[in-house]
C-alpha cells in the first residue's frame, strides 16, 4: 500500500505548474506576448510599469524593453527576498537576448496576470521561468537580427549579434541593439519553434559572478524594501492581536487610545476567524484592535496605553509541553496509520541482530525575517491599492479582492524587496490586515508589524516527531526501515503544513522492507512552509539515524551512506522531483574528496560529520568540521558541500545561498526554538530567540558539481543537510546522539 | 522645537515626542529610511548609526537628549563629492547582500572599526560586528569585505 501522500503536506504544491514545463506555442503567445497575431507585442498592463521607464522604448514582450539610446530594460517578475531573483532571472533573458550587460537595467515587473506565477517559494522560480525568459530573449534578438538585416538588404542567416551590437562579417558592418530597437519593434514577433538557443559553451552571463543589481541601493540606504515606502499624506499603523492564538476583541479602551498624542483614530477589526491557518489565497484576518497615528513610533506607544478583553474561549490552548509528552508515551511505538509498507519491514526489525529504535524531536521555529511585517495599502473609490513584500504576489490581488469582495480588476499590487522571507511572507495575512484597516483611513495606511507582532503571530516551521526503527543484515546492509511520523495537525485529517515526511524515494525504494506510520496530535497553532518545509527537520532525523545505523553496523559512514542509496538510477526518469541516485552519490563523493574523508587522523575533540539531502530537485552534500570541549562548547571550524542543481545562474548568488544555508543551519541547530504555553508563544524577540553571531562563523567550502541537467532552485536545498553533519560529528567526538533540536537543550553551546 | 546634526547638517524634527526614538525620528519624519527596524531593543543592529563617531543603536535613543550631538547614517557615509566608502565598494564588488536589510547596520559598525583600526584582525571583526544579526547569514562575505575595505584604505581609498 501507499498513501504516503497523506503524510505529507506542501499548501505550495498548489501553486505549482500542473505539469512538467515544455513551453508550448499558446503558452509562450500568452505569457510573453510574442505571437504572430501580435503585431507590435507591447503587453498591456492596467497600470503603469515605472515613472522612470523611458517614453521612447519598444515593450517586445513582458521582459523586455529596448530604447533606441541602448538602455535595455529588463522586468523581473518574481520577489525578491534575498535569493538573488531580481538579478538570476533577467540573466537568463540578456544572456539569450545576447546583451551587454552595462546596458541592462533590471526594474520589478507589475504584478498581472500575464506574469503568471509570480511567487517566491519552494525553489521554484528558476525551474518555471526558465523556458520562456530564455524564449523572451532568444526571440527578441531574432527580431532585431531581422531588423538589422533589412537595414542592410543581407540575409538574416548573415548576421550574428555580440554583446548588444548586430554584426554583418561579409561587409564589416556593426550596429547597436538601440538603433534597430524601433524598426525590430514593427517586426512580426518569430514562432518559439524557430528559435535558436545558446550552447551552455557560448555563455557569457549565466554560470559567472554577477553582483546583485540592487547591491548599490543597499549600501547607500536608499528607499527599497517594503517597510521604507512613504507616500504623500500617509499614516501610519499598529494592530494588536491576542496573546493567546485566537482570542477575539470583546471589548477596548478605543476612547482613551483616539486620545493619545499623535494618534488619528483607533478601531477593532472583528476577524474573519479566531486561528488562521496558512493559506495565501484566503481571506482570514485575525481579530485585533488597529491603532492609526502620524508616526510608527505614536502608533507603537499607544499600545501601551491599550486595555482589551479578550474572548479566548476558541483560542488555541496548545502547549509545546503536552506534545513532547504525548510523543514520550508514542515512543518505540508504529503508528496506527499506516501510510506505507512493502515488505515485513517490522518482522524483519524484530528479527534482525542489529538494529536500533530512536525517537527523534525538534520544536517549533519562527521564520525571524529581519524586517518585521509591513504593509501599505490605499483606499480610493473602491479601488485598493497594495504595497507588499509578499511571496505570493500573483496572490495578493485575489486575497484582497475576495476578502472586501471586490473584482480582482479593482485591486492594484506592486511588488518591494523582503528583508529577508524564508518562508514567512508566503501567506498575506499581514496585507489583508493593512487592506481592512486602510478601507477605514481616507489616506494611504502602512501597517507596520512590532518585532513580537511578528515572533508572536508566525506560521511556524511546525515541531514534531519521529520514531525510527531499522536493521542491517549480518553484511551490515541496511535491510529494512520503519518510520513513525508523530504530526500536529490542525483539522485532524492531515499533517500540518510543513510536517510530515516529504514523499521522497529514500530509502524506500532500495529496500525490500519498508514502512511508514502517523499519529496526528492535535494542534490550533498556525503553521506554514519554512525553508525546506518537512526536509527542514526530516534531514536531521533521517540522516542522523543513518549514521546510527552505519555506527552499529561498524561500517564507515560515507561507505554505508552511499551503499544505502544502491545501483545508481533516476527513480522517474525526467521528473526532477524524483532522486536520481547517480547524482546523490556524484555529490556525496565529491564532497568526502574535499573534506579529506577518511584520509586524515582527526586531532582529539575533533571529527568530521557526513550528511546528504535531496530536496526541491537539488542535490546537497556536506561534510562538517566540529570540535567539542568538556563544557560543551562546540566549534564548526569548517563545512564542505557539494551541490548539484543542475548548471548554475549566477555563481555569486549561488554561493552565497549555499554560505546563508549553512550558517541558516548552525543557527537552528544550536538555539532557535518557539514555545507555546497555553495557547501563548513564549520567545518574543531575539534575545529570547538567539540567532548566530558573527564570530560562530566556520569556513565554508562550496562547491558546485558540473551538471547537465535543467537548472533548479537553490534557496531550500542549501538548508537540510546542515543539522545532521553537525551532530554526527558531536556523536563521533562525544559518543553523545543528539535527538532533540535546538541542541542548546542538551546543554551545547557554540 | 527638537533639532539633530544628522550628517553635517542641521534638521529641524518640528514638535516631535522628545522620547521618540531615533530610528523612528530618522525613518519617519525626516525619510531617512537607510536606517532599519529589526527588533527596537538593541538585538539585531539593523539601526546602527554613529553617535559622534561612536556606533549606537537608534531605537534607544531618545531624540530629546541628542541636541548638539553629531549623527551620521548609512545615508552619510559617502563623502560630499559622492564618492563610496572604502566598505560600500567593497559590500557591492564583493556581493555581500543576500536580502540586504541588515547591511546598512552592518556597513555602520564596520565603518566605526576601520576608522579606528584600519588593519582589523577575523578577532577585531568578531569583536566589532558582533551587536549586528544577519538572518541571511552573510557572515562569511561580510568579514572578507571588511579586509578588502581595509586593503583599499591602505591603498589610498575613502573612508
Known amino acids: ?66 530604447n533606441s539610446d541602448g538602455v535595455i530594460r529588463i522586468y523581473s517578475p518574481n520577489p525578491e527576498v534575498g535569493q538573488g531573483i531580481k538579478t538570476a532571472l533577467p540573466m537568463v533573458v540578456a544572456e539569450e537576448l545576447d546583451a551587454n ?21 519552494g ?69 518559439v519553434d524557430s528559435l535558436t538557443f545558446k550552447n551552455p559553451e557560448e555563455y557569457r552571463l549565466l554560470g559567472t559572478r554577477i553582483t546583485g543589481t540592487d547591491n548599490m541601493a543597499l549600501v547607500t540606504g536608499k528607499p527599497i524594501f517594503g517597510i521604507d515606502l512613504q507616500l504623500p499624506n500617509m499614516l501610519y499603523a499598529s494592530y494588536t492581536k491576542c496573546p493567546t492564538i485566537g482570542g477575539r476583541v470583546v471589548k477596548a479602551n478605543l476612547d482613551e487610545i483616539k486620545a493619545l498624542p499623535g494618534v488619528i483614530t483607533a478601531f477593532v477589526l472583528e476577524g474573519t476567524v479566531g486561528v488562521t491557518s496558512f493559506d495565501p489565497r484566503g481571506v482570514s484576518v485575525a481579530p485585533g484592535v488597529a ?78 525575517q529581519l524586517e518585521p511585517q509591513s504593509c501599505v495599502a490605499h483606499w480610493r473609490e473602491n479601488m485598493m491599492e497594495i504595497w507588499s513584500t509578499s511571496q505570493t504576489q500573483s496572490e495578493v490581488r485575489g486575497s484582497v479582492a475576495a476578502l472586501l469582495d471586490m473584482p480582482k480588476e479593482n485591486v492594484i499590487a506592486h511588488q518591494y524587496r523582503g528583508g529577508g522571507g524564508f518562508g514567512r511572507r508566503l501567506d498575506n495575512d499581514y496585507v489583508r490586515e493593512a487592506a481592512l484597516i486602510a478601507q477605514r483611513v481616507d489616506a494611504p495606511v502602512k501597517l507596520q508589524w512590532s518585532r513580537e507582532d511578528d515572533m508572536a503571530f508566525d506560521f511556524f516551521r511546525v515541531g514534531g516527531f519521529y520514531n525510527m526503527q531499522a536493521s542491517v543484515d549480518e553484511n551490515g546492509k541496511l535491510n529494512a526501515w ?43 497553532t498556525p503553521t506554514g512552509p519554512w525553508r525546506a518545509p518537512s526536509s527542514n527537520s526530516y534531514a536531521f532525523v533521517e540522516q542522523s539515524f543513518v549514521h546510527e545505523m552505519a ?43 574535499r573534506a579529506g574523508w577518511g584520509t586524515k587522523q582527526q586531532p582529539v575533540g575533533r571529527a568530521l560529520g557526513l550528511s546528504f539531502y535531496f530536496c526541491h530537485a537539488g542535490y546537497v552534500a556536506e561534510v562538517a568540521d566540529v570540535s567539542v570541549d568538556k563544557d560543551k562548547k562546540i566549534t564548526v571550524h569548517k563545512v564542505w558541500m557539494a551541490v548539484d542543481v543542475g548548471p548554475v545562474l549566477n555563481l555569486s548568488a549561488a554561493e552565497n545561498q549555499c554560505q546563508g544555508g549553512v550558517i541558516d543551519g548552525i543557527s537552528t541547530l544550536m538555539g532557535l526554538e518557539i514555545t507555546m504555553t497555553k495557547g501563548r508563544v513564549d520567545q518574543s524577540n531575539f534575545d529570547e530567540y538567539p540567532l548566530l553571531r558573527i564570530s560562530s562563523r566556520p569556513k565554508i567550502d562550496v562547491h558546485f558539481v558540473k551538471s547537465e541537467y535543467s537548472p533548479t532552485g537553490l534557496g531550500e536545498p542549501a538548508f537540510p543537510p546542515l543539522a545532521a553533519a553537525v551532530c554526527n560529528a558531536i556523536y563521533s567526538v562525544t559518543g553523545d546522539r543528539i535527538r532533540d533540536l535546538p541542541i542548546r537543550k542538551a546543554g551545547y553551546t557554540i | 522645537m527638537i533639532s539633530l546634526s544628522i550628517n553635517g547638517s542641521s534638521q529641524s524634527l518640528g514638535d516631535i515626542d522628545p522620547e521618540t526614538p531615533l530610528l523612528w525620528a530618522l525613518r519617519d519624519t525626516l525619510g ?17 548609526v554613529h553617535l559622534n563617531g561612536v556606533p549606537v543603536r537608534a531605537c534607544q535613543l531618545q531624540v530629546g537628549n541628542l541636541e548638539g550631538q553629531e549623527i551620521t547614517t548609512i545615508e552619510g557615509v559617502a563623502s560630499e563629492d559622492g564618492a563610496l566608502h572604502v566598505l560600500q565598494e567593497a559590500w557591492i564588488e564583493h556581493d ?48 572578507e569585505a571588511i579586509h578588502i575595505a581595509a586593503r583599499k584604505l591602505d591603498q589610498g581609498g575613502t573612508a
Not at chain 1, 548586430?166 to 530597437?181: C, K, N, T
Not at chain 1, 496548545?318 to 496506527?336: C, H, I, N, Q, T
Not at chain 1, 544505502?564 to 568526502?592: H, M, Y
Not at chain 2, 582589523?120 to 549586528?132: L, R, V, Y
Open chain 1, 1 to 66: 500500500m501507499n498513501n504516503l501522500q497523506n503524510g505529507y503536506n506542501d499548501p505550495l504544491d498548489a501553486f505549482e505548474p500542473k505539469q512538467a514545463r515544455q513551453l508550448s506555442r499558446r503558452e509562450f503567445i500568452k505569457l510573453s506576448g510574442m505571437g504572430a497575431g501580435l503585431a507590435l507585442a507591447v503587453v498591456s498592463v492596467p497600470f503603469s510599469k515605472s515613472a522612470t521607464a523611458a517614453t521612447d522604448g519598444v515593450e517586445y514582450n513582458l521582459f523586455i524593453q529596448i
Open chain 2, 32 to 48: 531617512l529610511v537607510g536606517t532599519k527596524y529589526g527588533c527596537g531593543i538593541a538585538q539585531c543592529g539593523a539601526c546602527t
Open chain 1, 551 to 593: 555506527v552499529v553496523a561498524q561500517r564507515d559512514h560515507l561507505e554505508f551512506l552511499i551503499e544505502s542509496l544502491g545501483e545508481p538510477k533516476w527513480f522517474k526518469e525526467g521528473d526532477s522531483a524524483s532522486l536520481n541516485t547517480a547524482r546523490a552519490i556524484n555529490v556525496i563523493k565529491t564532497v568526502a574528496e
Open chain 1, 101 to 121: 550587460w552595462s546596458d541592462v537595467v533590471i526594474e520589478n515587473s507589475p504584478i498581472a496576470d500575464e506574469y503568471g506565477r509570480q511567487v517566491a517559494g
Open chain 1, 123 to 191: 525553489s521554484r522560480s528558476v525551474p518555471t521561468r526558465w523556458d520562456e525568459l530564455r524564449a523572451a530573449g532568444a526571440g527578441v534578438r531574432a527580431m532585431l537580427i531581422e531588423a538589422a538585416a533589412g537595414e542592410w538588404s543581407v540575409p538574416s542567416s548573415e548576421v550574428t549579434t555580440n554583446q548588444s551590437m548586430l554584426i554583418h562579417a561579409f561587409s564589416d558592418r556593426r550596429i547597436s541593439y538601440g538603433e534597430v530597437a524601433n524598426l525590430a519593434g514593427e517586426l512580426s514577433p518569430p514562432m
Open chain 1, 482 to 524: 520503519n518510520s513513525h511520523a508523530i504530526c500536529l495537525s490542525a483539522d485532524g485529517e492531515k499533517p500540518n503544513s510543513g510536517a510530515g515526511l516529504r514523499p521522497m524515494d529514500f530509502p524506500r525504494e532500495m529496500l525490500e522492507h519498508f514502512k511508514h506510520t502517523q499519529t496526528l496530535l492535535p494542534s490550533k
Open chain 1, 291 to 368: 491603532i492609526v497615528a502620524e508616526s510608527t513610533w505614536q502608533s507603537f506607544k499607544a499600545r501601551d496605553s491599550l486595555k482589551i478583553g479578550w474572548d479566548t474561549s476558541e483560542a488555541s490552548s496548545d502547549s509545546w509541553s503536552d506534545y513532547v509528552e504525548a510523543a514520550e508515551e508514542l515512543r518505540g511505538k508504529e503508528g496506527a496509520a499506516v501510510l506505507l509498507e512493502q515488505g515485513t519491514a517490522a518482522q524483519v526489525i524484530n528479527d534482525a541482530a542489529t538494529k536500533v529504535s530512536s525517537q527523534y524531536g525538534f520544536g517549533f521555529v519562527s521564520h525571524a
Open chain 2, 96 to 143: 555581500v547582500p543576500q536580502c540586504g536589510y541588515c547591511q546598512a547596520g552592518q556597513i555602520m559598525s564596520a565603518a566605526a572599526l576601520l576608522a579606528a583600526n584600519t588593519k582589523p584582525s577575523d578577532e577585531d571583526i568578531n569583536t566589532a560586528m558582533a551587536g549586528n544579526i544577519c538572518r541571511c547569514g552573510t557572515y562569511t562575505r561580510i568579514v
